[in-house]
């Protein structure tokens, strides 16, 4: 499949997913929501998110594959996969907070983590810890938590 | 290279061809280096780089005078073994007086890194800033003068992770002028009268047990001992990276100083915790301390009688209250003896590892709780910071501002 194929198709789940949550608050439904269906007759698309996060998995199946065998793969896929995955881009929290944090939770000597980047990028520490920088501070900052790590890339869009 | 060591029992230190050396450990000299490296606008790097080339040219020099060693191919092999006897790794000269490559094998900045950080992170640009000045120093002492040689290291483990690594060193187009070492510095005349301490401690029968330590590199140029890669370094290479960085920072941002500062201090507690934590692990801290020991304080004055083995200077815990307070001693401490004799006066005391090492032996007793033998890693490490009760320090007297001796205060 290509991948803008299989983009769409994360898309559509995302899309499903969010319906099915809302179905859920209609109904009353206090429990999680279950694993979603869908598909022609020729193919199954089966979904679960993780829960409390906004991350899912999606398999897609020939439509005659045992579905017990599917949700097993998926239910040890929930399990294996939850301490792996990225941290969650909340829309609330400011980009410089979040690669603080990320610094935090991944760079050595984590308590001594803001001091190092201040002096870094020589961005006021109480500025940093606030997480009130400009766009251009960012993308220091952003430098910096990514030179510590060693990595050019952090999984933390820059605004 | 062991006999060259001259133990002054009455100021606590420990020369070698007329410089101060002193033990620190991999964890001290990583986050201090880390420290100096970190911020961009700095060049970090030079300062590591040539403080090494001038200390080190100091001691080679002195050596090459003492030992009546006259030939390049002698002097080369003196420097070579006197790297290894060091704890620095190996060295490997492949040079003429026009310049070469030298292999640094099992490298202790490079091996250190890898084991303390090369699992979480990866390292992109050499470490072995120290080595580069080490090899330039060389070849000024075998060759030339001070300043005569550059270096630049081509290939390092730390990024690469395999082989060794590799240093280029050529003659700079224009002879630089670089600052030879202060040497002893400024030492105290004779110690002072401190009062004895109120412990079982014999504090100078735990140095003489210490200084008796054959610790010296091994056939990979390693000093492993306490569960750490101890380095025997000239103090003054410390000092002048530190007070350096400090100096640049001051001039270029000062509303950065205090963290620069900070951080140094916890280059020294994170040190004393790592090296102290497993030396009171430690069979030889059973065997030396572990009869003198009757009470939690005890332990306290053991380490502090420890720290004065090290080449350090004359530690001595003056009072310690049960999980609650240290006062305690530095005369000749090491920072100082190098601040006198390179700076006209200090605004504020500035003995900034001694700042960091003196809360943090009272860390390991009460916080650690070393007594029990706990693994000494980075998780306990982490949650020391995680829980009240952290001991902090400060420099209550300071020799550099004018009193007789140094003294701190943790609490």
């Known amino acids: 499949m290509e991948k803008a194929a299989l983009d769409s198709l994360g898309t559509y789940a995302s899309d499903l997913l969010r319906a099915n949550n809302r179905v859920c608050q209609v109904v009353g439904s206090a429990s999680e929501a279950d694993y979603l269906l869908a598909g022609s007759a020729e193919v199954r ?20 594959t045992n579905l017990k065998l599917v949700l097993e793969r998926i239910n040890a896929i929930l399990v294996d996969g939850k301490p792996l995955l990225p941290p969650v881009q909340d829309q609330a929290v400011s980009t410089a907070k979040l690669l603080l944090n990320y610094a935090r939770r991944y760079a050595p000597d984590p308590n001594f983590v803001t ?29 910096a938590v990514a030179d510590i790590l060693g990595t050019e890339r952090l999984p933390i869009a820059l605004p | ?106 490298s202790h ?40 040689y550059v270096a630049e290291e081509t290939r390092c483990v730390a990024v690469t992770r395999q082989g060794s690594c590799r240093i280029q060193v050529t003659r700079a187009p224009v002879r630089r002028q670089l600052t030879p070492s202060p040497q002893m510095g400024k030492l105290i005349e004779q110690p002072a009268p401190l009062p004895l301490p109120q412990t079982s401690v014999n504090y100078d029968a735990v140095n003489e047990a210490l200084w008796s330590l054959p610790l010296e590199g091994d056939d990979k140029g390693q000093i492993r001992a306490f569960n750490v890669l101890l380095t ?54 059973e065997t030396v301390v572990g009869p003198m020991l009757n009470t939690d304080t005890d332990w306290v004055h053991g380490a502090y009688a420890v720290a004065s083995s090290l080449g350090w200077g004359r530690w001595q815990a003056l009072e310690v209250i049960s999980n609650t307070s240290c006062r305690v001693a530095i005369d000749g401490n090491y920072e100082t003896s190098y601040f006198l004799a390179s700076y006209p006066s200090a605004d504020q005391p500035s003995c900034y590892f001694a700042q960091g090492a003196v809360p943090a032996i009272m860390n ?31 420099e209550v007297k300071a020799r550099e501002k004018g009193d007789p001796w140094c003294e701190f205060y943790a609490q």
């Open chain 1, 45 to 64: 698309l089966v979904i679960k998110a993780f829960s409390k996060t906004p991350y899912f998995v999606l398999l897609l199946t020939k439509s005659s």
């Open chain 1, 115 to 143: 001091l190092r980047l201040s002096l870094k990028t020589g961005l006021n520490r109480e500025r940093l810890e606030k997480g009130e920088l400009n766009e251009q501070e960012v993308r220091i900052l952003y430098k």
């Open chain 2, 1 to 106: 290279m062991f006999s060259h060591l001259q133990i002054d029992r009455p100021r606590k230190l420990v020369g070698f061809f007329n410089e101060p050396v002193i033990f620190h450990c991999h964890h001290y000299n990583l986050f201090l280096q880390q420290t100096i490296e970190d911020p961009d606008w700095i060049d970090g790097v030079s300062i590591l780089q040539i403080s090494a080339q001038e200390i080190f040219y100091s001691l080679l020099k002195n050596a090459f005078v003492t030992l009546g060693i006259e030939t390049a191919a002698e002097r080369l092999a003196t420097a070579a073994r006197m790297f290894s006897f060091l704890g620095f790794g190996q060295l490997n000269f492949e040079v003429t007086e026009g310049g070469g490559e030298v292999e640094l094998a099992n």
């Open chain 2, 109 to 148: 900045y490079a091996m250190g890194w890898l084991g303390k950080y090369g699992e979480q992170v990866n390292r992109t640009k050499p470490i072995d800033h120290m080595a580069v000045g080490y090899v330039a120093a060389t070849l000024d002492a075998t060759f030339a003068e001070l300043g005569t």
């Open chain 2, 232 to 285: 025997r370094m000239p103090a003054n290479y410390y000092n002048r990276i530190q007070y350096r960085f400090l100096d640049e920072l001051q001039k270029l941002d000062p509303q950065l100083l205090g963290i620069g500062q900070d951080l140094i201090r916890e280059s020294g507690h994170v040190c004393v915790f790592y090296t102290f934590g497993n030396i009171m692990e430690s069979l030889e801290w």
């Open chain 2, 364 to 394: 390991v007793v009460y916080n650690g709780h070393i007594q029990q033998k706990p693994v000494l890693d980075e998780a306990l490490y982490h949650r020391l910071f995680q829980r009240n009760g952290l001991f902090r320090g400060a």
